[in-house]
Each structure stands twice: as structure tokens, then as C-alpha cells.
């Protein structure tokens, strides 16, 4: 029995290359194996639009959703040695009930007293607000740049 036959076709590797990354992702490499891991989210016709790094997971934003992924590991053996199993959701937004986006760089303590800095998406949508954590640390890590390109994918604006 093929894929195709239990729920449409697995998206590979080129479905990919026309995407638009974004914040770290810009210099990094376009490795197809891990590409092909997002790609078991997307419907067959599903196309990615942006891939953006965030804490500890990756938002994939695509012509319907914004996936926010994160890793699968799995505890093996007698030494608990996590291993990799792929890419899980673990938050998608319909891009259609986005009414607005915001970038918010707020200054943050941590549980020891370090002063960081909190770099967040905010999404305005039709079932509330949403917020999603870019990266905590010394300095913000979207560029103003990026994040138009960002909100221009999701609100339906072409990206850079």
C-alpha cells in the first residue's frame, strides 16, 4: 500500500525550494533530509512558504498553517541516550484566522537574576492571541527585515 493510497503524498525535500528562511536560518545550509521531515506534515498540496527558527523548535509557515515543530526524541537503552525521532507539531495556527502580527522585544530576568532579552512573535487571531518565543538572550535575533517578510507569508503578502 502506498502513501498515496492512505492519506496523500508525502512532500519531500523539493517542496522546499522556492521557501524563504528566515533569522538563523538564512546562512544556514538547506539540508534535505531534515527538509523532508517537515515535509511529512504538509498535505499534498500543501505548499511552505517560511521556515524561521524559534526556542527550541522551528515555525514552518505555509500557504494554510503555521506549524510550530519541535524534535521527537525517544529514551533508548540502559543510559536514558535520547535518540532523534523526527519533527512533531506542537502548535499549528490556521493562517486565515491571522489578523495581526506583532514583534515584541522585551526585556527579561531569569530565575537567577541574568538579565536577557525576550525576542516574540504575537499573533492576533480569530480564536485569540497566540505568542510564540523567537529566542531568549543577550540581543533579539529577527531582524526587523525578516520579520516583515514574515508577516507579509502569513497575512498573505508575497515573501521576499
Known amino acids: ?6 492519506g496523500g503524498r508525502m512532500q519531500d525535500a523539493e517542496a522546499f525550494d522556492g521557501v524563504v528562511f528566515l533569522g538563523t536560518a538564512k546562512n544556514a545550509k538547506r539540508d534535505p533530509y531534515r527538509l523532508s521531515l517537515f ?6 498540496d500543501e505548499r ?14 505555509t500557504d494554510r498553517r503555521l506549524l510550530e515543530l519541535r524534535a521527537h526524541l525517544e529514551i533508548h537503552g540502559a543510559w536514558n541516550v535520547k535518540e532523534f ?6 502548535r499549528s495556527i490556521d493562517r486565515e484566522s491571522v489578523r495581526l502580527i506583532e ?5 527579561a ?8 532579552i525576550e525576542d516574540r512573535i504575537l499573533f492576533t487571531t480569530a480564536n485569540g492571541r497566540e505568542e510564540i518565543l523567537v529566542s531568549r538572550g543577550p540581543e ?4 526587523d527585515g525578516d520579520f516583515e517578510a514574515l508577516r507579509d507569508a502569513v497575512l498573505g503578502r508575497h515573501a521576499k
Open 103 to 107: 514583534h515584541a522585544v522585551r526585556p
Open 85 to 90: 525521532q523526527g519533527y512533531v507539531i506542537q
Open 48 to 61: 511552505p512558504l517560511v521556515i524561521l527558527p524559534v526556542q527550541g523548535g522551528t515555525l514552518l509557515v
Open 109 to 116: 530576568v531569569d530565575g537567577v537574576g541574568n538579565r536577557r
Open 140 to 143: 533579539p535575533t529577527l531582524p
Open 39 to 44: 515535509g511529512t506534515h504538509l498535505e499534498s
Open 1 to 6: 500500500m502506498s502513501l498515496e493510497s492512505i
